[in-house]
């Protein structure tokens, strides 16, 4: 297992980092509703006026000097009518914004009926995307841009990046989605991968599982409704995943990672399939005695996928919700044993962290039950307190004290190519 250095064979030539990542709150996304609602579901010929705005936008957002990118997506709300809609996002404020598309946009408004939506950040407007966008058409300019082309060009990119390894071409949406994920949202394998990147591979895996059973269950009149949340899904779940596929190029004996099924014409039997290959692939990664915390929390992400997506929960039923909070417990209280075992024991042997230490204190403040414990507590005495802990209370606490706490003390699996 090597980092980037001069022996590392693949430093050089595996994908980079999006080094410029901006802070996402300063990230401005202005959304219109273009035209009037669309008749039904069926994706319609994006009209020229539109076309002619994504052929224009870019140039003159080049020139204005901007980082942004242009999405065009299909509202599929499920109490809606469906209706074209256009997000431009920019990395600097409205204003900036406003400037940069000037001229592209004066041209839109004079053949197309446009009304503004919203303007939020990329915080703000991700989860709405989420729940109601079927995106049609991606693209990027500035850095962004400059960062999208070296990723697709790439000579191995189609081992390593999961849209361009299934056969898509480069402009095609779902490959943009993945390396949208890449440049502003949450970031993945920073140094290694640690406990709550495991949990988050799980996690995307098993909501991935979920959608394609719930579009299988609802069939036709449904899927329309659950499309949007399964594409974004899917791109969540290829973006995660750009790590481990770079370290197969590395990890002899090991086969290629399995790619996703994106094809246009792919049907739940189809993505089921190639999700269950890349289940297997994963498992021969992760279900291993050299790091079982890593183990424990990829297992946990699959199976508790909705409890750790809110936006998920509306389409369970309260007993369905009670039964993956009792599911979680155990996982929630192995972690909490396993990091406090090793918090504790560095305690005593007084090679504790501050952050850790402080970190500790945050965690006791939210399970008052832990504050008995001391450096000097056993196995069973910590054992005994996390029992002690209601499952509400624990699970309220797992997503944003327990995870953290426990990827700060558990040690990282350094993976045998990296990243530059």
């Given amino acids: 297992m090597t980092d980037t250095s001069a022996n590392d064979q693949y430093a050089g030539f595996l994908p980079p980092f999006f080094h410029d990542r901006p802070d996402a709150d300063d990230v401005i996304i202005r959304t219109w509703q273009v035209g009037d609602a669309l008749a039904n579901h069926d994706v319609p ?82 989860p709405l995307w989420r729940k109601r966008s079927e995106p049609v058409r991606l693209i990027f300019w500035g850095a962004l841009g400059r960062h999208a082309r070296a990723v697709t060009g790439h000579r191995d990119a189609a081992g390593f990046y999961q849209p361009i390894g299934a056969g898509l071409r480069a402009d095609h949406v779902m490959v943009a989605l993945p390396m949208l994920e890449d440049m502003l949202g949450d970031p993945l394998l920073r ?21 394609e059973s719930w579009i299988e269950a609802g069939g036709a009149e449904k899927e329309p409704y659950f499309r949007p949340m399964q594409i974004w899904h899917q791109a969540w779940l290829a973006n995660a995943l750009i790590d481990p596929a770079v370290a197969t190029l590395a990890m002899s004996g090991l086969p290629p990672m399995p790619a996703l099924d994106f094809n246009k014409k792919a049907t739940p039997e189809t993505r ?30 699959v199976q508790n996928a909705v409890w750790l997506d809110p936006d998920l929960q509306q389409y369970t039923q309260p007993q369905q919700r009670a039964e993956i909070l009792q599911g979680l ?11 406090l075992y090793n918090h504790l024991g ?25 504050g008995a414990l001391g450096e000097l507590a056993t196995q069973r005495d910590i054992e005994q307190h996390i029992i002690r802990i209601d499952a509400a209370r624990a699970a309220s606490a797992f997503d944003s004290l327990v995870l953290p706490f426990c990827d700060l003390l558990m040690p990282r699996l350094k993976l045998d190519a990296v990243r530059s």
């Fill in 191 to 211: 140094g290694g991968m640690g406990f709550e990147d495991a949990l988050r591979i799980g996690m995307s895996l098993g909501r991935a599982h979920l959608l």
């Fill in 272 to 301: 089921r399939a190639a999700l269950d290959d890349l289940s297997a692939w994963l498992a021969t990664v992760f279900f291993n005695d050299a790091n079982p915390a890593l183990r424990n929390a990829f297992v946990a992400g």
């Fill in 45 to 126: 010929v994006i009209p020229a006026s539109l076309a002619l705005f994504f052929d224009l936008v870019a140039p003159a957002a080049e020139r204005a000097g901007a980082n942004g990118f242009a999405c065009l997506w299909l509202d599929r709300h499920p109490h809606e009518q469906p209706g074209w809609r256009l997000s431009v996002g920019h990395v600097g404020t409205a204003d900036d914004l406003n400037v940069a598309i000037a001229k592209p946009l004066a041209r839109l408004v004079g053949s197309l009926a446009l009304a503004e939506v919203e303007t939020e950040t990329w915080h703000m407007t991700r």
């Fill in 329 to 339: 417990m155990p996982y929630c209280r192995w972690f909490l044993a396993m990091a």
């Fill in 346 to 370: 560095n305690l005593a042997a007084g090679t504790a962290r501050n952050d850790q230490v402080d970190f500790y204190a945050a965690l006791v403040d939210a399970l008052p039950e832990l």
